[in-house]
């Protein structure tokens, strides 16, 4: 079945530091990837999306490209801010079906000042 | 504010007992999804409703039941609680089936 890895955290970095979080999927057809972020004591929001091969998908200074050759979709920032702390949860819909959502286990992040 | 709305924010129990989370879609959006996130297994896919049919089941127990109605709020029901169904439980909804989901804050289900 389908799954999505991510790398492991928590992950600390200083503020304006470079953050790349690795995301590798496994799925059948042609999933669309998503980066969702969820904030302490809130529910998951959608960071954001790329639905083919070599799409770029960008938010809020956030950025992941869909890797259909190296199955990838890492997400980036050049420069992180103390309010990016939260947890990141890559995930991918199925394109032949219900569309449900499968994740990864999440990385947690923490910027310090 | 995704625009999802889930009552109640918070549920305290007891085992063997049941329960019912409910939750509104986004306006327009016809696509709802329920979802578990526990320590262990992480956030999983537990079932989705379109335009009040079942659409798709994920791991979801034969003691949980789901329904969604003409109004499109949907309803999941958990019964025979036992302490490892603690967890967050999110819904979802979309316009369609291939659009993004929108979450709500989620339900927090704690089993004593």
């Known amino acids: 079945g389908d799954s999505v890895t991510q790398m492991e955290g928590p992950v600390t970095l200083s503020e304006e530091a470079f953050l790349t979080i690795n995301c590798t999927y496994t799925a059948t057809g042609y999933p669309s990837l998503f980066w969702y972020v969820q904030y302490p004591g809130e529910g998951l929001q959608l960071l954001l999306k790329a639905t083919k091969a070599d799409d770029k998908g960008s938010n809020k200074g956030f950025e992941a490209t869909y890797r259909k050759e190296t199955t990838s979709f890492h997400l980036e920032k050049g420069s992180v801010q103390v309010s990016d702390s939260a947890v990141y949860f890559c995930a991918l819909s199925d394109s032949a079906g219900s569309y449900q959502l499968t994740f990864g286990k999440g990385t947690k992040l923490s910027v310090i000042p | 504010d995704s625009g999802v709305t889930q009552t109640p924010k918070h549920l305290i129990t007891a085992t063997g007992q049941r329960v019912t989370l409910r939750c509104s879609p986004r306006?327009?959006?016809?696509?709802v999804y329920w979802y578990q996130q526990s320590l262990d297994q992480g956030l999983q896919f537990l079932i989705q409703y379109y335009n009040g049919e079942e659409r798709a089941k994920g791991n979801i127990l034969e003691r949980f039941s789901a329904q969604q109605f003409p109004d499109l709020h949907s309803e999941l029901n958990l019964s025979s609680l036992e302490l490892g169904d603690s967890a967050l439980y999110f819904c979802a909804s979309s316009v369609g089936t291939n659009q993004p989901q929108h979450f709500g804050d989620g339900t927090r289900l704690s089993i004593l």
């Open positions: 306006s327009g959006d016809l696509s």
